[in-house]
């Protein structure tokens, strides 16, 4: 039971990552904006353009992630000795 909820957080496919690269990409916009209302000025804008570069790296991380795991896999189905 445990396996199937965990299953659930698994990113498997590049749309479930760019969903969750576009919810991290709305999460940080809001908080940008309220950055830009507390904090006027050249300073919030700094702290606008951190929020959103932390959704690029992040969404880079995910994607790179994907594309090594799709290639151990494959290292593995080749590794196993098929019967």
Request: charged share 20%; with cysteine.
């Amino acid at each position: 039971m445990l396996r199937k909820l965990g299953r659930l957080f698994v990113i498997k496919t590049r749309i479930e990552a760019f969903l969750i690269i576009y919810a991290l990409a709305l999460g940080s916009s809001a908080r940008g904006m309220v950055y830009l209302h507390e904090y006027p000025g050249f300073g919030g804008k700094l702290l606008f353009l951190a929020t959103t570069g932390a959704v690029f790296l992040a969404g880079a991380k995910i994607l790179d992630c994907l594309k090594l795991e799709a290639e151990v896999g494959e290292l593995r189905a080749q590794a196993l000795p098929r019967e």
